[in-house]
């Protein structure tokens, strides 16, 4: 693994404490309210966890994704009544994979799932609609541009399943709650959705 010389949320600061970040900026992370009784998110989408993310994802700082897996293992044993079987992440439409390289989810899933000592799945939702981007549109439009935008591919796997969706930022819950819906349609037992951060 390869260690940041300087913070991932300010890039100043070379006095890295925890999950690669600096004091100051550890000072400004805020704890995330539930979003409903299966969404959570670790922190507040602010200043140092707006930069981290966007260095992660447009940067393409692979390594990132064992930091914030880090940060959700140790969420997660703060908060044993979220059970699960195994963990996906929120697909990306094969062109946008293409395009980005690959699935920031995906690597969090994936390290997040040696932590639990679960597996970690990328092929059972996939996303079929290459819709626009999310960003700039007001909620309404959000639900509307997702709107069966995936499915899933690996229904025996899902039915009667508990299952841990990983995302990087929740903004207005319509991603979130268009997952949810697919995976109970297709007969999960419990779906429960993590986030890094909460817009
Ligand atoms: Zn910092």
């Known amino acids: 693994m390869v260690f940041p010389e300087r913070c991932i949320g300010c890039g100043r ?9 600096c004091n100051d900026c550890l000072a400004h992370l805020v704890p995330a309210s539930q979003s409903s009784n299966h969404i959570f998110s670790l922190t507040v989408y602010n200043g140092p966890v707006q930069k981290a993310i966007h260095t992660f994802k447009y940067e393409r700082k692979k390594w990132m994704g064992k930091i914030f897996a880090q940060w ?15 963990i996906i992440p929120v697909p990306l439409h094969p062109i946008r994979e293409f395009h980005r ?39 309404i ?7 069966a935008a995936y499915r899933v591919k690996k229904p025996s796997l899902v039915k009667n399943s508990s299952i841990l969706v990983i995302d990087d930022v929740y903004t207005t819950g ?3 709650e268009e997952i949810y819906r697919t995976l109970k349609n297709s007969g999960a037992k419990t779906v429960y959705i993590l986030t890094i951060a909460k817009a």
């Open 72 to 86: 959700m293992h140790d969420f997660l044993v703060a908060h044993p009544d979220i059970e699960f079987d195994f």
């Open 141 to 147: 439009e959000r639900k509307q541009n997702v709107k």
């Open 101 to 139: 390289s690959f699935n920031q989810s995906w690597l969090i899933a994936y390290h997040l799932g040696k932590l639990r000592k679960k597996p970690a799945m990328s092929n059972v939702l996939i996303k079929t609609r290459n819709n626009k981007s999310q960003t700039g549109l007001d909620s």
């Open 13 to 21: 600061n070379i006095n890295i404490k925890k999950y690669c970040f």
């Open 174 to 176: 319509a991603t979130a």
